[in-house]
């Protein structure tokens, strides 16, 4: 669990990083900040991991 905290904070850190210095948009930021969640596997990886099956789902079958 330490260990998956602290690549979260880690990916908040440089999206926000990233953002002050205007070197992504805020939508890229936001999949950085996903995708954080998804690889430390913390509590929220589940939730997470199944908004983003759903966007692709929607984009896909649409």
């Known amino acids: 669990?330490?260990?998956s905290v602290s690549l979260t904070v880690l990916f908040v850190?440089?999206?926000a990083v990233l953002i002050?210095?205007?070197r992504v948009s805020l939508p890229t930021a936001g999949v950085l900040w996903?995708?954080?969640f998804t690889l430390a596997s913390t509590g929220?990886?589940?939730p997470v991991n199944t908004f983003l099956?759903?966007?692709a789902?929607?984009?896909t079958n649409h």
């Open 20 to 22: 002050r210095g205007r």
């Open 1 to 3: 669990m330490i260990v």
């Open 57 to 59: 789902s929607l984009i």
């Open 53 to 55: 099956a759903a966007i």
């Open 44 to 46: 929220l990886a589940g």
């Open 34 to 36: 996903l995708s954080g």
């Open 13 to 15: 850190i440089l999206s």
